[in-house]
């Protein structure tokens, strides 16, 4: 029989809710035989390559890129958790939400204390993904089935929704997994 497929993919985010999820240290052995990695920091695919069983999404959307990334991941998993807080409300890139996009624009490429651009153009390039109006979590733009708090999820968080759903339970997390105090 087939094992289950999960995987992973970053969007505006720091990947370190990825690295959360191999500082279950050990366990990853255990997972290895539980489960085939899809697109994973275990594989380095770049795309997925789908469909598959479980899908933890990191980080926000912030230029069109992610949601590109994000649309096409969401069709390829049958359940899809938004892992971290930039995932699931935008998190330290949203600070950018309260203000507007042009002084977003003019303080890092124009008029930063740390800038040198004698000519003021911003970089348009069109390699470079257009920047979206604000960030946007995940669930704003894609269906999503759960969400994993903090900033990042403890690998112990990461390892019993895994482990549940793996195992066909309830994802019900006890309070010491999911508070942050
Ligand atoms: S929630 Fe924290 S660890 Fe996860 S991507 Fe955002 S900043 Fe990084």
Aim: proline letters at 8%; glycine letters at 8%; charged letters at 25%.
């Amino acid at each position: 029989m087939s094992k289950p497929k999960i995987a992973t993919t970053s969007l505006c985010g720091c990947f370190g809710c990825h690295m959360s999820l191999l500082d279950i240290d050990e366990r990853i052995l255990k997972l290895i035989e539980l489960v085939d990695f899809d697109r994973s920091p275990i594989n380095d695919l770049k795309h997925i390559q789908g469909p598959v069983d479980i899908g933890f999404v990191e980080g926000g959307c912030a230029n069109e890129e992610n949601v590109k990334v994000l649309q096409e991941f969401r069709k390829n998993c049958r359940v899809l958790i938004s892992v971290g807080d930039c995932a699931i409300n935008g998190g330290i890139p949203a600070m950018r939400n309260m203000v507007p996009l042009e002084e977003c624009y003019e303080e890092a490429f124009v008029n930063g204390p740390t800038v040198v651009n004698p000519t003021g153009e911003v970089p348009n390039d069109v390699e470079i993904p257009l920047l979206l109006d604000k960030v946007y979590p995940c669930h704003e733009v894609v269906k999503v089935d759960y969400h994993l708090p903090g900033g990042p999820p403890s690998a112990d968080t990461l390892w019993a929704a895994l482990s549940a759903l793996l195992t066909d339970q309830p994802v019900e997390l006890p309070y010491e997994l999911v508070k942050y105090d």
